[in-house]
């Protein structure tokens, strides 16, 4: 009886909200009493709605009530305390909108601590004892707090289900099998569950090892972030620097001119003033001169007049004996055309290689190397046009049409000694250098040879044809067969032989593969290494009649 006296006087001598004893205690307009800064605390979470709550019976007030100290209630506690009162123990938590009540508590629920999958029932601590205690309920099923706990039971018959039904993949109780479920694939719960957990244990490892997978994928892409962004500040940084070297070239050889330029004029202009001062010179003794023999002209006396004349009649030699010949005005232009001619020259170089330089910034491609298209129409969306480099030719092979057809012919063509041009092999290479994604087509015939190679290739010697070093990649083509070459290692390849092979280039995953074209697209052959450095279109005329074009 004692005990009962001294629980009660622990649940009304406690605040709900923290458990324990009251302090400072104060009783709102409802009659309920909480720790001041408690129910302050729990007002101060409602001042946004401007209703303020009990935390047990859930009446609402407003405005916000002034709290003042119970005083009475505050000297009990104290008086209680002195005579050992402790504060309620925290099993007996009351519970909240949140929480599962015990389904057993008279007035008000506590909170349960489990469920009984047999009694399909909540309990608190105070009476799940029996399910310890009392022998038929230990073998009962406890799990943790469940609100669900209804769904265990069978709607049709209010029965525990604790069958599973294979055949229709549902829970049923036992007397499911003997109508709805009559010959149906049954067994217990927990079998069902025994063979379900070890799917779920497959289903987990599947899950962690993808995300191991995934992490390491994440870790991967970091690092590829890191070495885009240490890739292109470098890049700026070497491109700044030479773009500054070039700068300063063209600032150091405009100086250069403009001093020659000037040096020259001044020579000139010294050359044309001293030429100028002799013949004024000339100009004023020729005056002088004129003035006597004019005088000498109105001298009366003949005989003065002809003692006279022989010394006033002869002239010294002249300055500059000829006329002076002035040419047109063009003394310093044709140095303007000479730079002029060098400015139009590097303005088209740099717009040359400007359109390389921006087609290598946007071939950079930062994403994860993407499926390989299916049909045509997915190959033509990385179409590229592909020109041949005279300057790489072969002598017994012709380009033309816009140097886009190749074309083998007996006769040495008075090509330029170049040091890019094959000499061994009838070969030629394109001039773009292909990055990224890209495919093209090319019409063949005759036996040949369709390739990718470095620019490096080399052109002399035994080992430059396309396939037959590490430099290179190519598919031989032949009236009736089709070979792949690699170090100068073949793999024969079956398929259908066609006048048209397309070839797709991801430079990036290091795939290369060709494709039979005629009403469909056939694989021929794929290829899968890592590419470092750009690569170039390349073809080898092996047969007389050979030619090939890109479409």
């Known amino acids: 009886m004692a005990e009962k006296v001294d629980q009660l006087d622990r649940e009304i001598f406690s605040c709900c909200i923290c458990l324990d004893l009251l302090k400072n205690p104060v009783t709102i307009p409802c009659g309920h009493s909480y720790c001041m800064n408690c129910i302050k605390s729990h007002w101060d979470g409602e001042d946004q709605k401007g209703i303020y709550s009990c935390p047990q019976c859930r009446k609402t007030v407003t405005p916000r009530p002034v709290l003042v100290k119970s005083t009475m209630l505050a000297a009990l506690v104290e008086q209680l305390k002195k005579t050992g009162l402790q504060a309620a123990p925290a099993v007996y938590c009351y519970a909240g909108p949140e929480d599962v009540a015990c389904d057993f508590c008279s007035g008000r629920e506590l909170k349960a601590i489990k469920s009984c999958l047999f009694c399909l029932a909540s309990y608190c601590e105070k009476h799940l004892q029996s399910h310890y205690n ?7 099923k406890l799990v943790e707090p469940s609100k669900n706990l209804q769904e265990n039971i069978c709607s049709r018959h209010d029965e525990v289900m604790k069958m599973f039904c294979r055949t229709d993949q549902k829970c049923i109780c036992y007397l499911c099998p003997v109508d709805e479920h009559k010959g149906h694939d049954t067994v217990s719960a927990a079998a069902e ?44 940084e070497d491109s700044e620097k030479i773009f ?26 010294s050359r044309v003033k001293e030429l100028q001062k002799k013949l004024e010179q000339e100009i004023t003794e020729l005056k002088r001169k004129d003035a006597e023999l004019k005088q000498l002209s109105h001298t009366e006396d003949h005989i003065q007049f002809l003692h006279n004349y022989p010394s006033l009649s002869a002239l010294s030699e002249s300055t500059h004996s000829s006329s002076i010949n002035i040419r047109p005005l063009r003394y310093f232009e044709d140095v303007t055309a000479a730079v002029s001619e060098l400015r139009d020259k590097l303005q088209d170089i740099l717009t040359d290689r400007w359109t390389n330089i921006s087609l290598t910034v946007t071939d950079v491609d930062v994403l994860l190397p993407q499926p390989e298209p299916k049909s045509r129409a997915e190959f033509l969306k990385y179409a590229c046009e592909i020109t041949l480099d005279p300057n790489t030719a072969h002598t017994h092979l012709v380009l033309s049409e816009g140097n886009r057809k190749v074309t083998f012919i007996k006769q040495d063509q008075s090509y330029s000694s170049h040091p890019e041009r094959f ?22 015939k005759g036996d040949v040879f369709i390739a990718v190679a470095y620019k490096n290739i080399s052109r002399t010697g035994k080992k430059t044809g396309f ?27 079956s398929g259908p032989r066609s006048s048209r092979v397309g070839v797709y280039l991801d430079h990036r995953a290091g795939i290369l593969s060709f494709y039979s074209i005629s009403g469909t697209m056939t694989l021929l052959h794929r290829f899968k290494t890592t590419f470092t450095q750009p690569l170039y279109a390349g073809v080898w005329i092996y047969s007389s009649t050979g030619n090939v074009k890109f479409c």
């Open 193 to 236: 569950r025994t063979e379900r957990q070890r799917e779920l244990e497959v289903s987990r490892q599947e899950i962690q090892q993808r995300i191991q997978d995934r992490e390491k994928d994440v870790k991967l892409l970091q690092q590829e972030v890191e070495a885009i962004n240490h890739s292109a500040d470098k890049t700026v």
């Open 244 to 269: 500054t070297e070039l700068i300063r070239l063209i600032q150091k050889r405009s100086s250069d001119v403009k001093q020659q330029i000037r040096s020259q004029q001044k020579t000139e202009v």
């Open 423 to 444: 000499t061994e092999y009838c070969q030629v290479l394109s001039r773009e250098s292909l990055t990224g994604r890209c495919y093209w087509e090319v019409k063949i």
């Open 467 to 493: 396939g037959w070093n590490d430099k290179s990649w190519s598919l031989y083509c032949e009236q009736n067969s089709s070979i792949f070459f690699y170090n100068n290692i073949s793999t024969s390849i």
């Open 134 to 140: 009392v022998a038929p309920l230990k073998k009962h």
